[in-house]
């Protein structure tokens, strides 16, 4: 982690600590062969070629907190469609995660491996909850009064982190929290789980880039 958010819990105060931007700032482009890679990788996920993707894998590629890991448990996630259509839809709902983390500015930690989505590198604090903290990945999103869109706009919020206590599928504009008691309401386009998925690409000791890690979670 290169980077950190101290968010310091008041007792007897709804501000968390003084806002932050983390403006995204993809660091790529320092290696011309890892912007190769994730192009072709972006290519072969939007395509759904399955045998592609898997060829980019480290062998022991991490994909849970409690699997065993590996292409075999990879291409479970990945396979085709079978005819149930929960699991199919699970499964498309899976790649489009993949897609999206993969579209991501991403950084260079300190040993060279290079992480997905760039807000990965903010480190919480151990008291505040994670499954409750969102990145707001947008410039300029706005904070409305009320959970509709012609709601009054109280402000604009840019790459900042907010937090979220009751998330609802069911609804658009999610009641969010901003780290100086500010409360508002929020469409859930514009809000990344800091528990989301996240991605890892390493270098393998031939000098080819690998997708090691693809996993959600704390």
């Given at each position: ?5 101290l ?6 105060s709804p ?15 320092r290696?011309?062969t890892?912007?190769?890679?994730r192009d ?10 399955t045998?592609?993707?898997i060829?980019a ?11 065993s890991?590996?292409p075999?448990?990879?291409l ?18 899976y ?50 009064q ?12 840019s ?10 599928d069911d ?13 508002g309401f929020?469409?859930r ?12 690409f390493v ?6 880039w690998?997708?090691c890690?693809f996993?959600?979670?704390?």
């Amino acid at each position: 982690m290169t980077r950190a958010l101290l968010l310091l819990l008041l007792a007897g105060s709804p501000a968390l600590a003084d806002r932050q931007s983390f403006p995204p700032v993809d660091e790529a482009e320092r290696d011309p062969t890892l912007v190769a890679f994730r192009d072709s990788l972006s290519a072969s996920v939007a395509a759904r070629d399955t045998k592609a993707v898997i060829a980019a894998v480290c062998p022991d590629i991490y994909l849970s907190h409690g699997g065993s890991g590996g292409p075999e448990e990879f291409l479970e996630y990945l396979d085709p469609a079978t005819g149930d259509a929960q699991e199919d839809q699970n499964r498309e709902t899976y790649w489009n995660d993949l897609e999206t983390t993969l579209s991501q500015p991403g950084y260079f930690d300190d040993e060279g491996e290079f992480w997905m989505p760039h807000q990965w590198q903010i480190t919480l604090p151990a008291s505040l909850d994670p499954f409750v903290t969102y990145f707001v990945t947008g410039q300029n999103v706005t904070l409305r009064q009320a959970a509709e869109p012609g709601a009054p706009v109280l402000n604009q919020i840019s790459h900042e982190i907010v937090i979220i206590t009751n998330y609802r599928d069911d609804t658009d504009y999610q009641p969010v929290m901003l780290t100086d008691g500010t409360r508002g309401f929020m469409h859930r386009d514009f809000l990344w789980p800091m528990t989301g998925h996240r991605a890892a690409f390493v270098k393998s000791d031939t000098g080819d880039w690998q997708l090691c890690t693809f996993v959600s979670g704390d």
